[in-house]
Nanobody, 124 residues
Framework: QSQFVESGGGLVQPGGSLNLSCTAS????????VGWFRQAPGKEREPILC????????NTAQSVKGRFTISRDKAKKTVYLQMNSLKPEDSAIYYC?????????????????WGQGTQVTVSS
């Protein structure tokens, strides 16, 4: 049974950066599409970026374009979300999830296994 761990969240000032990490025990993420999502209080969970097993990326959130990037380190079996120029509206719980069957998709229901999330708060 896989167990995802997201890390790297925290409190950051507007304009700052954070680098979130997603790893999984019992599962090699290298073989699957992995997506990052976020959910702010009172809002629906939003897909942000996804990377497939070939390294191709899918950006599904216009609001983060040019500021957030997704990457993977196959040696560390880790997927990262680099977040720059953070804004207060980026504050949310950030989740990673894996699609065991297909590639990247904007359909949240297409992802099969989820982490517990890491809180990101952007505030001065």
């Amino acid at each position: 049974q896989s167990q995802f761990v997201e890390s790297g969240g925290g409190l950051v000032q507007p304009g700052g950066s954070l680098n979130l990490s997603c790893t999984a025990s019992g599962l090699n993420l290298d073989f699957y599409a992995v997506g990052w999502f976020r959910q702010a209080p009172g809002k629906e969970r939003e897909p942000i970026l996804c990377i497939d097993r070939s390294g191709r990326t899918l950006n599904t959130a216009q609001s983060v374009k040019g500021r957030f990037t997704i990457s993977r380190d196959k040696a560390k079996k880790t997927v990262y979300l680099q977040m720059n120029s953070l804004k207060p509206e980026d504050s949310a719980i950030y989740y990673c999830a894996v699609d065991f069957v297909g590639g990247c998709t904007i359909n949240i229901d297409g992802y099969d296994d989820w982490g517990q999330g890491t809180q990101v708060t952007v505030s001065s």
